[in-house]
């Protein structure tokens, strides 16, 4: 029913700063929160960052909290993450995510619908 497709990731240094893009297929785009996460080499799948429906609430993990912004334009079916002072250990696959509940709280599991991830990779 609902498909995600991001972009933007790619092979850049240290410092520099990225716009992550997932756009949604569908009339249905305002209905979902949308959340971010990443999976590094060898690790489990962690959470990022999630916006609600309307994009009036936020919520970021600890260790993005400053540095990533996500953000949301309703009129384009699209979520984006902006990525600042990029470092190594943000290297991943960045996977966008939507659920149905209100707010920005969800467990992994009620995450309905995943895209098929962009790779972000940061060199030192």
């Known amino acids: 029913q609902v498909q995600m497709v991001e972009s933007g990731g790619g092979l850049v240094q240290a410092g520099d700063s990225l716009r992550l893009s997932c756009a949604v297929s569908?009339?249905?785009?305002?209905?979902?929160?949308m959340g971010w996460f990443r999976q590094a080499p060898g690790k489990e799948r962690e959470f990022v960052a999630a916006?609600?429906?309307?994009?009036?609430?936020?919520d970021y993990a600890d260790s993005v909290k400053g540095r990533f912004t996500i953000s949301r334009d309703n009129a384009k079916n699209t979520v984006y993450l902006q990525i600042n002072s990029l470092k190594p250990e943000d290297t991943a696959v960045y996977y966008c995510a939507a659920h149905s509940r209100l707010g920005t709280s969800a467990t992994m599991r009620q995450y309905q619908y995943w895209g098929q991830g962009t790779q972000v990779t940061v060199s030192s």
């Open positions: 916006i609600s429906r309307g994009g009036g609430s936020t």
């Open positions: 569908g009339r249905t785009f305002g209905s979902y929160a």
